[in-house]
């Protein structure tokens, strides 16, 4: 049987930036494959070549089948891979980190291990959110407790600007046509920017499970910054498409949402977010998320790095 022909294995600088990459490519009802470093999307009308590497994530609906040179090529470019529905987010897969280095995963453990710096990220993330109100001293409750009056404040200033009705969040897990045409456009909303904050998660290496404001779940990080821009800019894009038109409102707010991601330049703030509320020095343009080659060091007991590959009883070099 033939196989599908493939270039060399991608390294670090050879990858785009999860910074520059489209937000997401929403794709249902085709079948896809690969080209050499390229995806296919294969329907009734044709077949349409995507470049894996400048995807960020690849959101599959109703009606897709996908196959394992597709997956290979899309992990081997660190694009993530989430199946979408109507009914709901289901995430599958993800490709690897574009990162070789364990830094931000690091700092994000170190950040997330101790309860007082557990608590300064998530006051830091409040901050993000609603820059002005200085949430510094604030609790963990009272931190819940503000930040659900201004998302309901939100919806209800939302509802004010674009006329459109509102009698509070209504959605049923398994169930997306439940709701009224704004809590559609405000789930389908959702759906893509979990998406987004997933693809950048694995982008940088980072752990999905290690929340801040979330906890408890696989996906608790990924929640808590895919949060950060639900009241700036998911809440008001779905008002905008539930105002327009009552048909087809998942498809739209989808649209709606890619185009304002894209002109605000969302996943470069994304990245450089996430880098600041670690507390890690964003790099240098010149050396992009990590260096080339893999660099493996083992920790000694003064919490110091040292070369691996040696073999310390002996000091003979091994590999």
């Known amino acids: 049987m033939a196989t599908v022909g493939r270039g060399p294995r991608s390294n670090p600088r050879d990858l785009t930036r999860i910074s520059d990459r489209v937000s997401f490519v929403y794709l249902e009802r085709c079948t896809v494959h690969r080209d050499a470093n390229a995806i296919t999307a294969e329907d009734a009308e044709g077949v ?84 002005d109100e200085d949430p510094s001293g604030l609790s963990r409750q009272e931190l819940l407790g503000h930040e659900g009056r201004r998302v309901k404040d939100c919806y209800a200033a939302e509802s004010a600007r674009t006329g459109v009705p509102w009698r509070g969040r209504r959605y049923v897990p398994g169930d997306f046509s439940s709701g009224d045409d704004v809590n559609q456009a405000i789930t389908a909303a959702g759906q893509c920017m979990y998406g987004i904050a997933h693809a950048v998660v694995a982008a940088l290496g980072l752990s999905p499970s290690l929340g801040f404001v979330h906890s408890g779940h696989e996906l608790s990080f990924v929640l808590d910054v895919a949060d950060l821009y639900k009241t700036e800019i998911g809440i008001p894009v779905a008002f905008d498409v539930a105002a ?49 080659a893999d660099v493996v060091t083992l920790r000694t007991d003064r919490d110091e790095n040292v070369s691996a590959g040696r073999n310390y009883a002996e000091g003979e070099v091994i590999w």
Not at 53 to 64: N, Q, R, S
Not at 257 to 268: K, M, P, S, Y
């Open 48 to 131: 349409t070549h995507i470049p894996s590497a400048t995807i960020g994530a690849l959101l599959l609906g109703p009606g897709t089948r996908v196959t394992h040179q597709a997956m290979s090529v899309l992990g081997e470019c660190g694009a993530s891979v989430v199946w979408v529905g109507e009914h709901g987010v289901r995430y599958y897969a993800a490709g690897r980190a574009l990162s070789r280095s364990s830094a931000l995963a690091e700092a994000q453990a170190e950040r997330w291990a101790n309860r007082r710096t557990r608590l300064e990220v998530a006051r830091g993330m409040y901050r993000l959110r609603f820059p």
């Open 244 to 292: 327009q038109d009552e048909e087809d409102v998942g498809a739209r707010t989808r649209r709606a949402l890619r185009d304002r991601i894209n002109e605000a330049g969302l996943l470069n703030r994304c990245v450089q977010d996430i880098k600041n509320l670690l507390g890690v020095t964003p790099d240098a343009e010149a050396a992009p998320l990590g260096a080339d």
